[in-house]
C-alpha cells in the first residue's frame, strides 16, 4: 500500500458529463500529480501541485482543471467529457515535489465513458 | 523535448534465469532516472532511481539497474527472475531544469516469468 488514496475505483459516466477524482497524498506529501494511463497514448503527465498551489502543467486538456485544498488532498474535475477521456487515472504524491525523489501512486480511477 | 524509448514491448524469461529490461532516454543535460513496475489493476510501484554517483544502481525485490551515460540508458536487470516478478515496467526519466524537471515515462515493457 502506497499511503495514496484515490476515490472512486471506477467511474462510468456518459458523454458531455462531468466527473471529480479525489486524491489523497501520503502523509506529510505536500506535492500531488495527477497522471493519465491510456492504451493509445501510454502514460501522460497532466499536472503537479505543490502546497497548494500549481507547480506544472503537462498535457491537461482545457476541459481538465484540477485543484489542491488546504489540507493537501487534490481533485480532478473532467468536463464535457469524450469517448477518449476513457482511461486509467492516477494520482500520486511526494514529499517535496523535486525532480530527483520518487513519487508514490495511488491505485487509480478507471474512467470508462460511454 | 525529453524521451524515454523501451524498445521491447514485450519480454519473456525462465525462472531463475537472468532478466534485462531495456531503457534509453533522451533529455537535456545530466538525468534523474526512474524505474517503476506496475502489477494488473494497481498502481505504479517505485524500484529505483539514479540521481548520481555509482553507474549501478540497487533497487526493491533484487532489481539493480545500470547508468550508462555515453549509450544514453538506463537497463533494468535481475540476476535470477521468480515467476512473482511477472508485471508491466516503466522507465522514467527527468531532467533538472524547468519544464523538463517533469517525469516522462517509456511505453512500459511486459515482463512474463515462465515457470
Known amino acids: 500500500d502506497s499511503g495514496v488514496t484515490q476515490t472512486p475505483k471506477h467511474l462510468i459516466t456518459a458523454t458531455g458529463q462531468r466527473v471529480t477524482l479525489r486524491c489523497s497524498p501520503r502523509s506529510g506529501d505536500l506535492s500531488v500529480y495527477w497522471y493519465q494511463q491510456s492504451l493509445d497514448q501510454g502514460l501522460q503527465f497532466l499536472i503537479q501541485y505543490y502546497n497548494g498551489e500549481e507547480r506544472a502543467k503537462g498535457n491537461i486538456l482545457e476541459r481538465f482543471s484540477a485543484q489542491q485544498f488546504p489540507d493537501l488532498h487534490s481533485e480532478l474535475n473532467l468536463s464535457s467529457l469524450e469517448l477518449g477521456d476513457s482511461a486509467l487515472y492516477f494520482c500520486a504524491s511526494s514529499l517535496e515535489g523535486e525532480a530527483n525523489t520518487e513519487a508514490f501512486f495511488g491505485q487509480g480511477t478507471r474512467l470508462t465513458v460511454v | 523535448a525529453q524521451s524515454v524509448a523501451q524498445p521491447e514491448d514485450q519480454v519473456n524469461v525462465a525462472e531463475g534465469n537472468p532478466l534485462t529490461v531495456k531503457c534509453t532516454y533522451s533529455v537535456s543535460g545530466n538525468p534523474y532516472l526512474f524505474w517503476y513496475v506496475q502489477y494488473p489493476n494497481r498502481g505504479l510501484q517505485f524500484l529505483l532511481k539514479y540521481i548520481t554517483g555509482d553507474n549501478l544502481v540497487k533497487g526493491s525485490y533484487g532489481f539493480e539497474a545500470e547508468f550508462n551515460k555515453s549509450q544514453t540508458s538506463f537497463h533494468l536487470k535481475k540476476p535470477s527472475a521468480l515467476v512473482s516478478d511477472s508485471a508491466l515496467y516503466f522507465c522514467?526519466?527527468?531532467?533538472?531544469?524547468?519544464?523538463?524537471?517533469?517525469?516522462?515515462f517509456g511505453s512500459g515493457t511486459q515482463l512474463t516469468v515462465l515457470p
Open positions: 522514467a526519466v527527468s531532467g533538472r531544469r524547468g519544464s523538463a524537471r517533469q517525469l516522462t
